[in-house]
């Protein structure tokens, strides 16, 4: 069985709304990122792999088993949707122990596996704390915990770092790269610095299309050579980004340091730079260097 | 995995409001209808009354129910209870012309004043028998052609009239003599086994109760999974969807009873002070019709309440066992003496008595249970189906009720 | 008052219709079960407390529950309008529905012929509706259970047919089919401050 999935031509529908279009992928072992605007297509293509949605069209493959076998796929995934929680009277040993059942795991596996795991994500002093009592962030360190169980091999998380304070955020990231190293780990998000973090493979969707697939790099070679710094005046800004993509800025008294993406070199004081994956994302979504 | 979920089911619903309000209600319920039980007594001899016995001989049915009917003829309207609610039916001229002819073919008596003049008659006599005065049939009038015209008579109201066959059983009321009430109280000690016959009356009156109050326990869970946004984390589980349905289905069913046979350890006890020596009491009789008579009636309404939460995730389960459970308590009311049990959610045998009509209605009333139970696995199953397919996203019954748009309040 | 307008709008367009059309259904099927032709007084009274009264338990208990996600309800109470007001707005409403179901029904009762003393019966029903829906929006707003919203009031009910005014004494809700009116005024100060005390309490939460 190899460990990869592949998406051939995979198409999906709301009704006449087409949420995903020619989605061809392959996943490998390790961090993939999905990457795009909310409402791209990301949490449909994630619900399809994790089984909780009907493909309208085309074919997938999960280490090889066809992803109709919902039976099987669901015995080595997990999922951590974006939007979850769990019953609220439950402490947060009840709430693992539980899904652990749900898992099929056996009583010596979870009084194992649940401490360990807690242990893992820095709630081990929480183990009677009610779920209703939880942090946002206490709540995603659970998420995680709970979908990586049953030990699956394949992980699919939604916008896990969506609601997390910065500090979490980069232990979150650590702690999915960690789990990573043995299984395939899938993480969508419209924060480019996830990505740019922990995943070597990426893929941008837009619009329920793929834009782009390959490694970060890749990503940031489309862009090299097009990112430019300069220092304007404040009142030469709206003009400037109505013609350049303006990735970032920075307001130093009445001059704006402003750092943009250009075809090619548009003025004097402009000065070329190394491009970086939140650049190169820009550029992508908005079509290519599509300067007015 | 079942035995284990199953054990969390159970302590999931032991921790939850909704359950705690239905044990209280349990409680209160047998202490206002059952809390202090009066027992019977063995009749002596010659005391002045018995009390009132229903029905009686076929000649004595005749002619309470023919007395019934040419006095709702002449008036031209009938009173029917079709569920227990009072409805006066105003047959069509053509109907009461068949009526007419009924009237005539049982009683000889044709014009409106040959009717008149029966009545007054029957009126005038001494011998009352109670609900209707009695007229004659005409002679040679068979029984059976009789029960045939009583039924086409309670069809033409539309059911629920005195010419219906269960009124036709206590149109007549008879009062008891000494023998027949020793005998009845014979029963109740030797048949019955003095506990049989409480153990109907305890199942007569939890029965009400338990055909409404799971389908709150079952619509309550079923929408928990979704209150609590748990929904997707169990669905993208191994566990398949009949374990996960039935470990839930029969926790609740198990928690439910549980309740049920601790309370029915108080009649029980206040059986066995009653009866002191003397009866051979059967001490598993409660549990016998717990079981038997209760648990049925809990399975169905917590079926009806999970299946139609599963499908619609809204509260409708509990509205349409309020609609089923109303009709059935209140069309069951003239049945209250037990022995009629017919296909009713909530069978009734409001008495100690009544071993005999218990008797020869019991295949009827362990049909009626058999399909109760049978059907309520049938929707377990059917839950077990839905689930499934909302699990894979291929049904959604909500989203196309209310819509999935996140709507936006302006208040 | 405009804004208190929009609430009553934005109410009778989301959440009001659901249960208006099951209570109507529900008053629309009676007339297969029971009689409501020619009826003597104490069996339109029968008929009004015990089968219609039962709407009130459909239309008021589900008053909170548009916001009964707390994220939603947080979010609302944010809002400059409080939300005890917008509770109150949409139980005023569901009284009036009931009000115009109750007037409706009785005035086809009168035109097939029930005998009734129809302002009487008119406001005792009303009260004794008022009085179940307030009891089911006030254990809504105990257990945060929409469910127990809607058990509570049932039980009452079932105990009033079983045990009957012995146990409820001036709260028994089937009194005018005994032709007696004392209690309605009971249900109706009971009903009202079951509902005010719930608006109070869920508020809060």
Redesign the interface.
């Known amino acids: 069985m190899s460990a990869e999935i592949k998406i051939e031509h995979l198409n999906q529908y709301y009704g006449k709304k087409q949420a995903l279009k020619e989605v061809d992928l392959t996943i490998q072992q390790g961090m993939f990122g999905l990457l795009g605007r909310n409402g791209a297509g990301k949490t449909t293509l994630m ?1 399809v792999l ?5 493909k309208s069209d085309g074919r997938i493959t999960v280490c090889g088993i066809p992803v109709e076998d ?2 099987r796929i ?2 080595m ?3 951590l ?1 974006q ?8 402490s947060v040993y009840e709430a693992m ?3 652990g ?4 795991l056996s ?1 010596a596996e979870r009084r194992k596996r649940i401490p360990y795991l807690l242990e893992k994500v820095n709630l081990q002093n929480d183990r009677k704390t009610k779920v209703k009592a939880l942090s946002g962030g206490m709540k995603r360190r659970l998420g995680i915990a ?1 979908a990586i169980l ?1 030990n699956p091999r394949i992980l699919i998380v939604d916008e896990p770092t969506a609601g997390l304070d910065p500090e979490e955020r980069v232990r979150f990231r650590n702690l999915l790269c960690e789990i990573a190293e043995e299984r395939i780990v899938i993480l969508s998000t419209h924060i480019v610095g996830d990505i740019e973090a922990t995943c070597e493979q990426i893929a941008v969707l837009n619009n329920g299309e793929i834009l782009y697939q390959g490694t970060v790099s890749g990503l940031i070679e489309m862009a090299d050579g097009k990112v430019y710094t300069a220092q304007i005046s404040r009142h030469e800004l709206p003009q400037l980004k109505e013609r350049y993509i303006v990735t970032s800025m920075l307001t130093l008294g009445n001059n704006v340091m402003i750092r943009f993406i250009a075809e090619k070199k548009p003025f004097a004081s402009a000065e070329s730079c190394d491009a970086g994956v939140e650049d190169a994302y820009m550029y992508l979504m908005n079509g290519e260097g599509s300067e007015a | 995995m079942f035995g284990h979920l199953f054990i969390k089911e159970c302590k999931q619903t032991a921790k939850s409001m909704i359950y705690w309000l239905i044990i209280l209600i349990l409680l209160i319920f047998f202490n206002s209808q059952l809390g202090s039980m009066e027992f019977a007594e063995k009749p002596e001899p010659g005391q002045e009354d018995y009390g009132m016995v229903a029905g009686g001989d076929e000649q004595a049915t005749m002619e309470a129910t023919l007395g019934y009917l040419v006095s709702e003829y002449r008036s031209g309207s009938f009173t029917t209870y079709p569920i227990g609610f009072y409805k006066t039916v105003k047959p069509s001229q053509k109907e009461l012309k068949r009526i007419h002819e009924i009237v005539t073919e049982t009683t000889g008596l044709s014009t409106d004043q040959e009717i008149d003049d029966a009545m007054t008659a029957a009126q005038g006599d001494s011998q009352i028998v109670y609900g209707s005065s009695p007229v004659k049939p005409k002679d040679g009038l068979t029984f059976e052609r009789f029960c045939a015209l009583m039924e086409e008579t309670d069809d033409m109201l539309g059911g629920g009239s005195n010419y219906s066959k269960e009124s036709l059983k206590t149109n007549a009321k008879t009062p008891m003599t000494y023998e027949q009430a020793l005998q009845q109280y014979n029963d109740l000690t030797e048949k019955d086994h003095f506990t049989g016959a409480y153990a109907r009356l305890f199942s007569d009156y939890m029965g009400i109760m338990l055909g409404i109050l799971p389908v709150f326990l079952a619509a309550t869970r079923g929408m928990r999974d979704r209150r609590s946004r748990m929904q997707a984390l169990i669905a993208s589980r191994k566990a398949s969807s009949a374990v996960i349905i039935f470990s839930r289905y029969f926790s609740m069913i198990v928690m439910l009873m549980l309740p049920v046979l601790l309370i029915s350890c108080i009649p029980l006890s206040e059986c066995i002070k009653a009866a002191g020596g003397g009866i051979r009491l059967d001490y598993l009789a409660f549990v016998k019709y717990s079981v038997g008579w209760l648990m049925p009636t809990a399975m169905i309404s917590t079926a009806v309440g999970m299946v139609l939460t599963e499908l619609t995730d809204t509260a409708l389960g509990v509205l349409v066992q309020l609609i089923w459970w109303f009709l059935s308590v209140f069309s069951s009311m003239s049945a209250m003496h037990g022995g009629i049990y017919g296909w009713d959610l909530v069978p009734r045998h409001n008495t100690p008595f009544n071993y005999e009509g218990f008797h020869a209605g019991f295949s009827q009333l362990a049909a009626n249970r058999a399909l109760y139970a049978g059907i309520s696995i049938l929707l377990a199953a059917v839950t077990v189906w839905i689930y499934s397919l909302k699990r894979k996203g291929r049904l959604d019954i909500r989203g196309k009720l209310f819509g999935n748009r996140k709507r936006e309040h302006k208040a | 008052m405009a804004n208190y307008l929009e609430i009553a709008r934005e109410n009778i367009r989301h959440n009001l219709p659901v249960h208006a059309v099951t209570a109507g259904i529900l008053l629309c099927l009676s007339p297969l079960v029971l009689g409501v032709k020619n009826l003597p007084l104490a069996d339109t009274a029968k008929v009004l407390e015990m089968y219609v009264a039962l709407i009130g338990i459909i239309l008021i208990p589900p008053v909170f529950l548009p916001e009964q996600n707390p994220d939603l309800r947080d979010l609302i109470r944010s809002k400059y309008t409080k939300i005890s007001t917008v509770y109150s707005i949409r139980a005023i409403e569901a009284v009036l529905v009931l009000a115009l179901y109750l007037g409706v029904y009785i005035l086809i009762l009168h035109i097939n012929g029930c005998q009734m003393e129809a302002p009487a019966y008119y406001a005792g029903t009303l009260a004794e509706m008022i009085f179940m829906g307030g009891l089911g929006l006030l254990f809504y707003s105990l257990t945060d259970n929409l469910i127990a919203g809607y058990m509570i009031p049932v039980f009452y009910y079932i105990t009033a047919m079983g045990a009957g005014s012995k146990y409820l004494k001036v709260f028994y809700p089937f009194s005018m089919t005994k032709g007696s009116y004392t209690e309605k005024y009971w249900l109706l100060a009971g009903g009202v401050i079951l509902m005010a005390t719930a608006v109070r309490i869920r508020s809060r939460k």
């Not at chain 1, 994790?50 to 009907?54: D, M, Q, R």
């Not at chain 1, 939007?83 to 439950?90: A, E, G, L, R, V």
């Not at chain 1, 059942?101 to 099929?104: F, N």
């Open positions: 619900k994790a089984t909780l949605l009907p919902s039976a669901r015995k995934t997990g999922y949707p939007d979850f929680s769990m019953y609220p009277n439950m122990d539980y899904l059942v749900l898992s099929g009583t709970q049953h």
